[in-house]
């Protein structure tokens, strides 16, 4: 790994963690619905735009899953609870696989917007479980269940396509 990749993975997780970090403040926190209304805005389209350029420049498996992990850990040790490293190291992995795995370098935005939604998706619910699962009552599962948390998450999870169009179609042009 050489200097420049590793700047590259400093510098995406410190953004992506300061966008992440929006979610206690800009537009508030619903905690009755189970996900804040900027997770779904802000975190799915801006953090998705950011892991899919990191990808489109640096050209290396494993570099989304890198930028994931660093902010998760960066969220655990400044503010957030335990699943956090879990929960973005899971949306990386994602994006790299449907990136790099399976269309081998040859992804378009079809393909970007697949591995954005997917990852998105598997980020929340998985980061909610563990959050779930590790610090509260199984009461709260039932009310989990009975708010607008899952069509929020797919609404996140479509919205986290405007992320990949902003990246491979607004932003990778400018920057390459």
């Not at 040790?77 to 370098?105: E, M």
């Amino acid at each position: 790994m050489n200097t420049r990749i590793i700047s590259l993975i400093s510098v995406f997780a410190a953004l992506n963690f300061a966008i992440a970090l929006l979610n206690k403040f800009f537009l508030g926190s619903s905690s009755f619905i189970g996900v804040s209304i900027a997770h779904i805005t802000v975190d799915a389209i801006l953090c998705t735009a950011l892991l899919i350029t990191v990808i489109k420049i640096s050209n290396k498996p494993g570099i989304a899953t890198l930028v994931g992990f660093i902010t998760g850990l960066l969220m655990m040790f400044f503010g957030t609870k335990g699943p956090a490293p879990i929960a973005w190291l899971l949306r990386g992995l994602i994006l790299d696989i449907i990136v790099f795995g399976l269309y081998r370098s040859k992804c378009e935005l079809l393909c970007y917007s697949l591995a954005a939604f997917l990852a998105f998706l598997a980020q929340t619910f998985v980061g909610k479980i563990l959050y779930l699962s590790l610090f509260m009552p199984a009461k709260a599962w039932a009310t989990l269940t009975s708010t607008l948390f899952i069509p929020l998450v797919f609404i996140g999870s479509s919205l986290s396509i405007l992320g990949a169009y902003l990246a491979i179609k607004k932003i990778i042009p400018v920057i390459a």
